[in-house]
């Protein structure tokens, strides 16, 4: 009996361990982590609704706006909307799937429908975002901190030092990590490397434009510094609960 007593309770415990387990030992240093909670992405595109709602646990803003027009900086879309044909020679690309699935990329080796396409040939470009708006992706462009695991930002000397926000993959999940102190892009890439070992890491934009809210259990807490004004935010990425039928 004592032999079936703990049998049983190892094969109802099993799968909260194996759960645990998954999670980075410092999952808990960033934003958010899936691994931790399940969620979905949503980008949005200006007009953006900042409204809170229920369903959401983190908001922050994604790429760059512009500093010459009023408009997302590198190249954006949103399924049937091309928002900004600019491409950039940043090297990071966040796909984002019709059901909220983020993913990745470098930009010359970005994967879809079993295709690789190098974005930064014009032709293979054409075809992407042909093929991803017309299967309902979206996606934004950033500067790319970290490849495949390995640095991909050099050390700068005269670099200057912010807090520092990120968009990251793992071989758990993906999630939002901000960095504890001003540090240059290339030191948050280091301390983003030494505390979760992610597989690719974007830069998020922190400035002027940074918004930040969080879901906690007192309610929304901001999490950023804005300094503009919120109906002019070009982009947000939202993470949120998946809807359940």
Known sequence: MIRFIALAFAVLFAPVAAWAQQCPERAQDALFHSC?????VDLQFFPVDITPQSTDILSVTGTYSSGDRFGVEGLAFDADRV???????????????????????????????????NL????????????????????IQSHLLITNGALDVKQVGSARRFVRRMFFTDSTG?????????????DAAVEIQEALNPSMVINLDMGAYN????????????????????????????IQQPITN
């Open 174 to 186: 993906w999630g939002v990590y901000e960095t504890k102190t001003a540090l240059t892009l290339y």
């Open 211 to 238: 918004y930040c809210q969080k879901n906690t259990s007192d309610g929304f807490v901001g999490c950023g510094n804005l300094f503009t004004q919120a109906q002019n935010l070009t982009n947000l990425i939202t």
């Open 120 to 139: 930064k040939r014009q032709p293979d470009r054409h075809d992407f975002v042909k093929l991803a708006r017309a299967q309902g992706y979206s996606l």
């Open 36 to 40: 931790q909670t399940s969620a979905v």
């Open 83 to 117: 928002v900004s044909s600019r491409f950039q020679g940043w090297d990071g690309i966040l796909l984002v799937s019709p059901d909220g699935e983020p993913k990745l990329f470098n930009a010359s080796n970005v994967q879809l429908a079993d295709t690789t396409f």
